[in-house]
C-alpha cells in the first residue's frame, strides 16, 4: 500500500485499527460504549476431489487455489453424490467454489461426451449479485461451460440461444416466476438436463418473499419433474439459526445443513457508539447515527483508513456520503472526490464503476445500503461503520465481513441509532458477541401466498390431487376456491387455467401489492407510490408528504383511482395520522398457561382505521386535530398474544387505571426487541394492546405479523419468548429516561401518538410475564 493512499500515516507503520480506534475515543464521536476483539481462525484444508473437472482444476490452481477448505470439500461431494445441501458459513468463505466444482463439472462433461444436454440454473435475490457471479465464472475461462444471465435486460434473440444452448443459466426468482416458468415449453431441453438449482444468500428469502420464493422452487421441481428431472439444490446462506430447516421450507426437501466453517479468519475489532452521549451545538440537541457515521467516515478516510458505511434506507446513504464529502471538505485533505454513496437505483454501470474504484483505492469511502451487502467480490477494505443496527446478527456480520478480506486485522462499528433494539444492544454487547444467529421465519403454506401460484402452476401443467406432494394439503381447498372465483375450471383431469391473461400477473414476489400513485398537481409527475393499506396514514388529504426532502400537502386521496394528489409547500408543521385498532381472535395453535398468564399463537384478525391526523409544529406541539372518513382495514394474520388477570396485575403494583398505559408501553417494547429473535423488520410488525378484550375478557398484549396471512415473525417470538421478554423488560427498565423516549417505549408508527404510556408500570407488568411464564413449558 503506498503513502499516497494514506496520507496522514506512513504506510510501513500504518494499522487502520489503531487508527479507527484513535478516532474513535475523540470526545466529538461520542461515547465508545464497548470494544471487544475477536480471534482469528486458522484455515482448515482439503484436497480437490478426483472427480472434479481437470480443466476448472487447472484455472483455479492457476489462481491461488491450490486446496479447498474443508466445508468446500465437504458440500462438493454431497452436491455430487446427489444430496440436497445447505452451506452456512461466514463472508469471504468460498461458499460460490464449493457448489460450482459440481456444477460446472456436470455441465463440463456432458458437453464433452456428448451425452446430452446437463444444465443448472443459478438463482440470486439481486441483480448484482448475479452479474458478479456471472463476471467470476467466465474469468475462468472454461471451453466446454456455457454461461449466460437471463433477466428483464436481456435481448430476445439471446434469450433463444439462451434458451437452447446455455449450460448454468444465472437469474433471480422474479424472473423464474414471471419468465421461465409459464413459457416452460421453450425451455423443454433445459428443464430435460436440469442437474443443479442453486439458491444463493437463500436467508433473504423470509417472512412472505420467502413464502412466495418456496412456492416458485415448488413450481420449479413440478416443470422439471414433468420433463423428467430431478435436480439436486445446493443452498448457500449467511451464519442463520436452522439452516437446514430453513433450507427445507423454502425447498420443501430434506436439506443437509454444512456449518462448519474452515476458512480462516483475521482478527476484527467490533465497537459500539452510543450517541445519546454526545449533543449538538445546542447542549439538548441529540446528533442522529446517520449524522455520526457520516463524520466518522470522513475522519477515518483522513486517516487512511479505507470505510464502507452501511446506512438502512438511500436516502440514508445520500445523507452520510454528503455529511462525509462536507467534512472532508473542511478539513481541507483534498479527499473528499474520494467518498461516494453506492445504492440501488443507479445504473448497473455506475455501481460497477464505483466497485472497481473502491477495489483499486482510488474510492477511500463508500456509504452504501444493503445492495452491497450481499456476496459482492470487495478485498481489501480496513473497516466498516454501521449507522443503526441492520436488522439481524446476521446481517451485521454479513457487513462486517466487507472489510478484512485482504487478510488483515479489521474493525466494525456500531452506532445505536434512536431505537430500542439498538440502545439494547449497546448497553449488552454480549447479545450480539454472545449469541448465535436468528432463525428466519417463513411458513410456505401461507394461502394468501399460496393461492396466487396455484393459479399459475395449474397455467404451467393441469393442477392434480397429486400436487400435494408439492403444495402441501392445502391443494384441494385452494384450487376449489380458485375455481369460484373463475380463475380455474375443474375437469376431469384436474384443474385447468382457461383464461386469457397471465396466471403469474396475479401476483409479484416481493409483496407490493396494490399501490397508491403520488402525483404533483401542478406537473402530473409521478413522484412515488405507497401500498394501499400505508396510503391512509402517510398521503391521506392535509397530509405532509416530504419527497427528497422537500415538502408537499396532499390536496386529495382518490382510493378508488390509486391516486394521491400533491401540490408542493411548505405550511409550517408536520402532520401525523392517528388511528384506532382491534382484533379478533380466530384459532388459537398453541397455548401455554401459568397461573394468571397466557401466551398463545395463532390465527387473528387486525382491524384497523385511520380516524383523523394532528397538524404538529416544529416543536412538536399541537396545532390542532381534523378528522378523517377512511374505511377499516382488515388484515388476517398469525399473532402471539398474552393476557394477565387484573388481580395478578394489581398484586405487583399496576392498578386498574395504570393497565392500558402499562400494556401500551409493553407493546411497543416488544416490538422494537422481537428482531433480535427474528429475522424482521420493526415496520413488518405490528401490535394492539387492551385492558379488556372482548375474545379473553381479560388484559390483552398482541403482536402481529404485517403480512396477510402471516409471515413466521410472530411465531418465532412465540417460540424464542423466554429471551424475547427478558431483553424486552432489559431495555424498557434500562433506558435512563424518566417516562418513555423513542430508545424505549415510543414508536415512532403509534396511531395513538404515544399515548397513554406507562413506562414504570409496564417494567412491573414484564416481571410479572416473566415470572409467572418461567415455568411454562417449551
Known amino acids: 500500500m503506498s503513502t499516497s493512499t494514506h496520507p496522514v500515516v506512513a504506510a510501513a507503520t500504518f494499522d487502520p485499527v489503531d487508527a479507527g480506534l484513535a478516532v474513535l475515543r475523540r470526545a466529538e464521536h461520542a461515547r465508545l460504549a464497548h470494544v471487544a476483539r475477536l480471534p482469528a481462525r486458522e484455515a482448515r484444508f482439503a484436497q480437490y476431489p478426483a472427480w472434479v473437472d481437470g480443466q476448472l482444476r487447472g484455472e483455479l490452481t492457476e489462481r491461488g487455489v491450490a486446496r479447498l477448505w474443508s466445508h468446500q470439500a465437504q458440500a462438493a461431494q454431497a452436491l455430487h453424490e446427489g444430496r440436497h445441501v445447505v452451506l452456512t458459513t461466514g463472508t469471504a468463505s468460498g461458499k460460490s467454489l464449493a457448489y460450482l466444482l459440481p456444477v460446472l463439472t456436470d455441465i463440463a462433461a456432458a458437453q464433452q461426451s456428448c451425452a446430452g444436454r446437463a444444465t ?12 458478479d457471479q456471472a463476471q467470476h465464472i467466465e474469468a475462468l475461462g472454461l471451453s466446454h461451460v456455457r454461461v449466460a444471465t437471463y433477466d428483464g435486460d436481456t435481448p430476445s434473440d439471446e434469450r433463444r440461444w439462451i434458451r437452447r444452448h446455455a449450460g448454468l443459466v444465472l437469474t433471480n426468482p422474479d424472473m423464474l416466476h414471471a419468465g421461465m416458468l409459464p413459457a416452460h415449453e421453450a425451455w423443454a431441453s433445459f428443464w430435460r438436463g436440469l442437474r443443479y438449482v442453486v439458491v444463493d444468500e437463500c436467508h433473504v428469502y423470509r417472512g412472505v418473499f420467502g413464502a412466495h420464493v418456496a412456492a416458485v422452487l415448488r413450481r420449479l421441481r413440478r416443470v422439471a419433474a414433468y420433463y423428467g428431472a430431478a435436480p439436486t439444490f445446493a443452498l448457500a446462506s449467511a451464519t442463520i439459526a436452522e439452516s437446514g430447516a430453513h433450507a427445507q421450507r423454502l425447498t420443501g426437501l430434506p436439506v443437509q445443513p454444512i456449518t462448519d466453517d474452515g476458512s480462516p479468519r483475521a482478527a476484527m475489532t467490533v465497537a459500539f457508539v452510543d450517541p445519546r452521549t454526545a449533543a449538538g451545538p445546542a447542549a439538548d440537541e441529540p446528533v442522529s447515527a446517520l449524522t455520526r457515521a457520516g463524520d466518522l467516515l470522513a475522519d477515518l478516510v483522513g486517516r487512511g483508513v479505507q470505510t464502507v458505511a452501511f446506512a438502512r434506507s438511500r436516502l440514508g446513504v445520500e445523507v452520510v456520503a454528503d455529511r462525509a464529502t462536507h467534512r472532508l471538505e473542511s478539513l481541507d485533505l483534498g479527499l473528499a472526490s474520494s467518498v461516494a454513496a453506492y445504492r440501488g437505483g443507479y445504473l448497473p454501470e455506475e455501481r460497477r464503476d464505483l466497485e472497481a474504484r473502491l ?252 380516524t383523523s391526523f394532528l397538524r404538529r409544529a416544529p416543536d412538536g406541539s399541537v396545532l390542532g386535530e381534523h378528522p378523517l372518513q377512511l374505511p377499516e382495514r382488515q388484515l388476517p394474520t398469525r399473532a402471539t398474544w398474552w393476557t394477565i388477570t387484573p388481580e395478578a396485575l394489581a398484586a405487583v403494583g399496576v392498578a386498574q387505571a395504570a393497565v392500558p398505559g402499562a400494556a401500551h408501553a409493553a407493546e411497543h417494547a416488544a416490538i422494537g426487541l422481537l428482531p433480535l429473535v427474528a429475522q424482521a423488520d420493526r415496520w413488518d410488525i405490528g401490535g394492539v394492546s387492551t385492558a379488556l378484550h372482548p375474545d379473553t375478557g381479560l388484559p390483552t398484549v398482541l403482536i402481529y405479523d404485517g403480512h ?63 415470572t409467572e411464564c418461567s415455568g411454562d413449558s417449551h
Open 120 to 131: 443448472a440454473l443459478y438463482l440470486s435475490p439481486t441483480k448484482a449479485l448475479g452479474a
Open 708 to 770: 396477510a396471512g402471516g409471515a413466521g415473525i410472530a411465531e418465532r417470538g412465540f417460540e424464542q419468548r423466554q429471551d424475547w421478554l427478558r431483553n424486552t423488560r432489559a431495555v424498557v427498565a434500562d433506558c435512563p429516561c424518566e417516562s418513555g423516549c423513542p430508545a424505549c417505549v415510543q414508536s415512532p408508527k403509534c396511531g395513538n401518538g404515544n399515548e397513554p404510556l406507562d413506562k414504570a408500570a409496564s417494567v412491573l407488568l414484564l416481571d410479572l410475564l416473566l
Open 359 to 610: 477495489r483499486d483505492g482510488r474510492l477511500r469511502g463508500l456509504a452504501a445500503t444493503s445492495a452491497l451487502e450481499l456476496g459482492i467480490d470487495i478485498s481489501g477494505l480496513d473497516a466498516v461503520v454501521l449507522a443503526g443496527w441492520p436488522g439481524t446478527r446476521s446481517a451485521l456480520w454479513q457487513r462486517a465481513g466487507r472489510a478484512g478480506r485482504s487478510g488483515r486485522e479489521s474493525l466494525a462499528v456500531l452506532i445505536a441509532s434512536d431505537d430500542p433494539l439498538d440502545h439494547f444492544l449497546v448497553g449488552h454487547p454480549q447479545a450480539v458477541l454472545g449469541a448465535g444467529s436468528e432463525g428466519c421465519g417463513m411458513d410456505p403454506q401461507n394461502p394468501y401466498v399460496l393461492l396466487p401460484h396455484l393459479a399459475a402452476a395449474a397455467a404451467e401443467v393441469a393442477l392434480t390431487p397429486a400436487d400435494e406432494a408439492y403444495f402441501g394439503p392445502q391443494v384441494g381447498p385452494l384450487a376449489q376456491e380458485l375455481v369460484r372465483r373463475g380463475l380455474l375450471r375443474a375437469r376431469r383431469g384436474g384443474w385447468y387455467w382457461t383464461r386469457q391473461e397471465r396466471a403469474t400477473d396475479l401476483t409479484g414476489l416481493r409483496g407490493a401489492g396494490s399501490t397508491v400513485e403520488i402525483v404533483e398537481s401542478l406537473s402530473g409527475r409521478v413522484l412515488g407510490t405507497v401500498d394501499v393499506p400505508r396510503a391512509d396514514a402517510v398521503v391521506h388529504t392535509g397530509a405532509v408528504y416530504v419527497h427528497q426532502q422537500r415538502p408537499y400537502v396532499v390536496t386529495d386521496l382518490d382510493l378508488v383511482g390509486g391516486t394521491a394528489l400533491v401540490a408542493r409547500g411548505d405550511p409550517g408543521w408536520r402532520t401525523q395520522a392517528r388511528s384506532v385498532g382491534a382484533f379478533d381472535i380466530v384459532g388459537v395453535l398453541s397455548s401455554r398457561a401459568a397461573g394468571p398468564v397466557t401466551v398463545a399463537h395463532g390465527h387473528v384478525t387486525v382491524r384497523q382505521q385511520v
